[in-house]
């Protein structure tokens, strides 16, 4: 009987402390955690209303990261997403070959590392495929308007390709491999989901090679650590152009890094919005598409009211909607925004200048024409053809120069076929400066062309141009950092488009915010963390 009553303590002993573990775990979470839970803890207190400007990249993971915290049920929110074009992804966009079954063809973004921990973590959680990729006979060549510089057999192994590069530039592809993983490294620790969210852009370089890369140009960078011309400006210049659409004269250090860190690129099946639009819809936020976002006015609560109004031409388009908001993420380039509001001059964001860029598709039966590359008609033109300046060119332009095209892509091809035939037809993608017009199109896969006149369908069947007026930030070196936080509750994303411009750096940046709002609205206080600008 004894052991009995002593069985029955022990197990009320065991019970009372499983029940006191549990009440201590009711914890408010540290952001460390919060990635890695699953069930959600009981709602308490009024939802925050958090309005997010832009369904881009950032914008789309700011709404994803923040429904993670509402879930837990510490800070519930309604999360509302204005967005001003017609669809989710921002300068992330694809289209279909009307005639084909090739279809999301990237008119935008058009690819990622798989090194992109964000992007490839999101894609797994989400369940978004990667597409494949089909691989056949086309290689890369590197041309400078004049000649072929660099040819990259199709059929060739890595590390023959490293030899050739080796025995053409010394060490120099060796040094460049080395300081490229170095500085990306330094650069994803400061955004490591395990790391305190990062307040201030500033803290991104300190004393590091990492800062040494964002404040120096390109040149001087890449001298500074013996990687000079004429690999700089033939091999890592026809990156930054094929990666930014710039000249290494315009770009920082780290812009040069991360161009020639494409080796092992990956899009998304369905097109690589598919990822953002995926993060919209997990969110549980309202998304109000074709919204302008007019005015923001702070209220002397701390809240915020908004002012929007449709962007399409309807009857009602000149309504105005007005709402109130706990906190604001602007998730879109601020300068084109066109939204007024009052803020501390000295958050104020600061203003990036950005490039127009053309993007050309088109499909034909014909390759690469050999004359269009000053090449003898019995050879063969590679199907991606990379660009760099000749020797003596100017390379602080921001314009493709001579050749009038910063790449030509061979990304598919495909059977086409008709009553009488099956025909194999390609899909080429050119990035340039200004508009291809047709006549270079005829030149390019040579057949004659008259001025005027439609291109022949049997020579070109299909033709689409994407124009983006605001393409890429011009990645200058940088002097001065602008500000995450512009007000208390008011965050800014846009500003890491100046140090990295790119769908894992924005979607980064998304997370971040929801991290730091997160942050605030618990007051969670963690070991060399510093209250972001504003605070």
């Known amino acids: 009987m004894a052991n009995h009553v002593l069985t029955l303590r022990v197990f009320m002993i065991v019970a009372l402390l499983y029940v006191l573990q549990a009440t201590a775990d009711q914890k408010v979470l540290s952001i460390q955690e919060i990635d890695n839970v699953q069930q959600p803890m009981k709602s308490e207190g009024a939802r925050k209303r958090v309005a997010i400007i832009g369904a881009g990249a950032a914008g789309a993971s700011s709404a994803y990261y923040l429904n993670k915290h509402a879930a837990l049920g510490v800070v519930p929110m309604n999360i509302t997403i204005f967005e001003r074009s017609s669809q989710v992804g921002g300068r992330v966009k694809s289209v279909d070959v009307s005639y084909s079954p090739v279809k999301d063809i990237e008119v935008g973004a058009s690819s990622f590392s798989r090194e992109d921990r964000l992007l490839m973590s999101a894609m797994k959680e989400l369940g978004v495929e990667e597409a494949s990729e089909e691989m056949f006979a086309k290689g890369i060549g590197i041309w400078n308007g004049r000649e072929f510089i660099f040819i ?26 080395d300081l490229s993983r ?40 890449l001298q500074s650590h013996n990687i000079a011309p004429p690999f700089s400006t033939e091999i890592i210049q026809a990156g930054t152009r094929a990666h930014y659409s710039e000249n290494l004269g315009t770009l920082h250090g780290l812009a040069s890094m991360m161009a020639m860190n494409r080796e092992s690129t990956t899009s998304i099946k369905g097109g690589n919005w598919l990822l ?14 074709n919204t302008q976002v007019t005015k923001i006015n702070k ?114 091809r495909f059977l086409r076929k008709s009553v009488w035939e099956m025909k194999l037809e390609y899909v080429y993608k050119i990035l340039s400066s200004s508009p291809i017009n047709d006549t270079t199109i005829a030149h390019l896969l040579g057949f004659p062309h008259e001025d005027g006149l ?8 299909w033709v689409h141009r994407q124009s983006w007026p605001h393409a890429y930030p011009l990645l200058l070196p940088k002097t001065k950092y602008g500000h995450i936080q512009l007000d208390r509750h008011l965050y800014y994303s846009g500003e890491i488009e100046s140090i990295e411009s790119s769908m894992e750096m924005s979607s980064l940046m998304g997370k971040n915010i929801a991290r730091l709002l997160y942050r ?8 060399g963390t510093e209250r972001p600008v504003g605070e």
Do not use: C
Request: glycine share 4%.
């Open 276 to 289: 953002f639009d995926r993060m919209v819809n997990t969110s549980e936020a309202l998304l109000q598409l």
């Open 182 to 221: 170095k500085t990306i490294n330094e650069l994803r620790v400061q955004f490591d989901s395990g790391s305190p969210p990062l307040g201030l852009l500033s803290k991104v370089a300190s004393d590091s090679i990492l800062e040494e890369s964002i404040t120096s140009s390109a040149e001087v960078f």
């Open 299 to 412: 209220l002397d609560d701390g809240t915020f009211r908004l002012e929007s109004s449709s962007t399409e031409k309807t009857a009602d388009s000149t309504r105005l909607d007005v709402a109130e908001y706990d906190a604001v993420i602007i998730a879109a380039p601020f300068q084109f925004t066109d939204i007024k509001v009052q803020l501390p001059l000295a958050t104020r964001p600061l203003e990036i200048p950005y490039v127009e860029r053309h993007v050309t598709y088109f499909t034909s039966s014909h390759t690469l024409s050999p004359k269009a590359f000053n090449l003898s008609l019995d050879s063969s033109v590679p199907g991606d053809v990379l660009t760099t300046l000749d020797t003596g060119a100017d390379k602080r332009r921001a314009e493709a120069g001579n050749p009038a095209f910063f790449s030509i892509t061979t990304p598919q």
């Open 520 to 527: 605030d609205w618990t007051d969670i206080s963690e070991p």
């Open 454 to 461: 439609p291109l022949p369908e049997q020579d070109v069947r």
């Open 152 to 177: 990259q057999p199709w059929d060739s192994s890595r590390w023959w390709n490293r030899a050739k590069l080796i025995w053409k530039y010394g060490w120099a592809p060796v040094r460049t491999e």
